[in-house]
């Protein structure tokens, strides 16, 4: 399978546990995302990188929360003091663009449960 | 900040019906793409538009992108059951690498 996947599918943590999540990318993609989603709505952007940098952090990014993609190819998400707001889907993305156009593909997520 | 809206927010129609589903922007979008999201899953490309004014056709599916790059729609003949889902557009606004998404319009279709 050469799709983007996600490790692990569920986390139930307890509050003020820290958690990581992996994504490993579709190998030839050079972007790779991270999401966040809540029940009913769209992915909201966290952030982002273009081989190993990271170019874009959104403000929804707290300090408690740190990805890398060290080597330019997997990347993880971490949430330090996990607090039960962070229970979500997180979703990671990987894409190039070519002609302008960028499709991202996605894995299947990583539902987290803070209790 | 560059945002896409998306409307309606939810539907719920009877099989055999039409809809359209809207996706609005105050931004220039070199391309927009459509996914489909059922629950647990993530989001599924179904279609890329990139040149302003064009329609691409799947199946029942048709999308089309605005002349001004800038909003786009989904259109759906003939709505069956399996066609429920999280419909969200989604691209990358001229001049970002930002990959952002539609609020969603959550689609039920009734057997």
């Known amino acids: 399978d050469t799709g983007v996947s996600q490790d692990p599918r569920h986390k139930i943590t307890k509050r003020g546990q820290n958690v990581t999540f992996r994504c490993d990318p579709i190998?030839?993609?050079?972007?790779l995302y991270w999401y966040r989603q809540t029940l009913g709505q769209g992915p909201e952007f966290l952030t982002y990188?273009?081989?190993?940098?990271?170019?874009?952090k959104s403000r929804l990014l707290s300090d408690r929360f740190s990805a890398e993609r060290p080597k330019g190819s997997f990347s993880t998400l971490e949430i330090q003091r996990t607090e039960q707001g962070d229970s979500a889907m997180y979703l990671c993305?990987?894409?190039?663009?070519?002609?302008?156009?960028?499709?991202?593909?996605f894995g299947q997520g990583t539902r987290l449960t803070v209790v | 900040t560059q945002l896409l809206e998306q409307s309606p927010q939810f539907l719920s129609i009877q099989e055999g019906e039409n809809l359209t589903v809207y996706c609005n922007s105050s931004?220039?979008?070199?391309?927009l793409q459509w996914y489909r999201q059922e629950p647990g899953e993530g989001p599924v490309l179904l279609v890329t538009?990139?040149?302003?004014?064009e329609v691409k056709k799947l199946k029942r599916l048709t999308f089309q992108f605005g002349d001004a790059r800038k909003d786009s729609s989904l259109h759906i003949t003939a709505a069956q059951p399996g066609d429920t889902g999280l419909y969200l557009c989604?691209?990358?606004?001229?001049?970002?690498?930002?990959?952002?998404f539609g609020t969603g319009t959550r689609l039920k279709v009734l057997a």
């Open positions: 993305a990987s894409s190039f663009s070519f002609g302008g156009r960028t499709e991202a593909f």
């Open positions: 190998s030839e993609h050079n972007r």
């Open positions: 990188f273009q081989n190993e940098a990271q170019l874009e």
């Open positions: 931004s220039v979008f070199s391309s």
């Open positions: 538009v990139v040149t302003g004014g």
């Open positions: 989604a691209g990358e606004a001229s001049g970002t690498y930002k990959y952002i």
